[in-house]
């Protein structure tokens, strides 16, 4: 059998993925406290060994609105709706840099062993929205390795979906444009077409943090099923949902559902791939730091115990592509 899977990715986007939801009414010291828990959750990770995919908004890559603008594709996203549109909150609101830039994370990122920056688009694209097309989302594609490749030296392998909205059309793009490993949702049927939202998806999915109500959220690496001229689409697992101050019980129910589960996965030898927001623990950064801490010690039991590994998605994927050598 072979030994269980922690993969961890994690959607790092500062208000790029929010601005759609919140405009301006953010507060500052959210985003400033989202800067200070990066670095320590990479401190973290190091602790433990942990590997890490840091699905990175290419747009935090630059240094100033200057340099955004330069690496910004030649064809927007012309989105029916124009305010889920990066250019036109921009054009409306002005840059921000502390939250709209921070190059300085992103090379602490590459400069942290085990760490894999990966891709969540250049512009917290959506690929399922109206008026959008394939070569605009090929565009930013160009534009997120363009900038990557630029300051930093690096291809990226890796790509999440922004909202988990997984057009699978535009798939055969992202492998074109160098992404070999894509997350994918996990197989519940609430989380399945995550643009068409509905009360009872929503119900479903809070109420699988906390207990049993979808089936087993890990699974065998074999069951990842590659498809010709596709990237590899890696299942996630579980997000971790944020820490609610004033509630300990249920903070403890959920948190004990996902150490559950990676034992469940060391176990059986499966895959558990969690994966959050590094602002979501913004609200209680000590309190949500305290959780990682206690998953991440978990991880280690499980390691001693069960040889359970830690592998980012990149890993993941050549695990994958390792075992299917073998049995072929």
Not at 37 to 50: G, K
Not at 264 to 279: C, D, F
Request: with cysteine; charged share 25%; aromatic share 12%.
């Amino acid at each position: 059998m072979n030994p269980g899977t922690l993969s961890i990715s994690l959607d790092f986007e500062l208000l790029w993925g929010i601005f759609d939801k919140v405009g301006t009414s953010y507060k500052p010291q959210y985003f400033l406290n989202t800067r200070d828990l990066v670095p320590q959750m990479l401190d973290l990770f190091v602790e433990y060994n942990i590997q890490v995919t840091w699905a990175t908004v290419g747009m935090l890559f630059a240094d100033n609105e200057e340099e955004w603008k330069s690496y910004s594709p030649e064809y927007l996203p012309s989105y029916r709706v124009k305010e889920l549109s990066a250019y036109e909150w921009v054009k409306v609101n002005g840059i921000k840099p502390e939250v709209h830039f921070a190059p300085e994370l992103i090379r602490r990122i590459l400069d942290t062993p085990g760490q894999e920056l990966g891709s969540h688009t250049y512009a917290h694209y959506y690929t399922l929205m109206r008026g959008q097309s394939p070569e605009q989302f090929r565009m930013d594609l160009k534009s997120t390795q363009r900038i990557a490749q630029d300051k930093f030296g690096v291809s990226l392998k890796s790509l999440v979906f922004p909202r988990n909205h997984i057009n699978e059309l535009y798939l055969p793009i992202c492998l074109v444009e160098g992404y070999e490993y894509v997350r994918g949702n996990p197989k519940n049927w609430f989380w399945q077409e995550t643009q068409h939202e509905s009360i009872g998806k929503k119900v479903f999915r809070s109420a699988d943090c906390f207990f049993e109500v979808g089936s087993r959220s890990s699974y065998p690496i074999t069951e990842i099923k590659p498809y010709p001229n596709e990237p590899l689409v890696i299942p996630a697992s579980r997000i971790l949902r944020p820490y609610k101050k004033g509630n300990l019980l249920m903070n403890q129910v959920r948190l004990n559902r996902v150490k559950s589960e990676m034992e469940n996965a060391a176990k059986r030898g499966e895959v558990y791939h969690l994966w959050w927001h590094p602002h979501n623990f913004a609200n209680a950064p000590k309190e949500s730091m305290n959780e990682l801490k206690e998953i991440l010690a978990h991880f280690k039991k499980l390691k001693n115990e069960f040889g359970m590994q830690s592998l980012h998605m990149a890993g993941v994927g050549e695990k994958f592509k390792t075992i299917s050598a073998i049995q072929v």
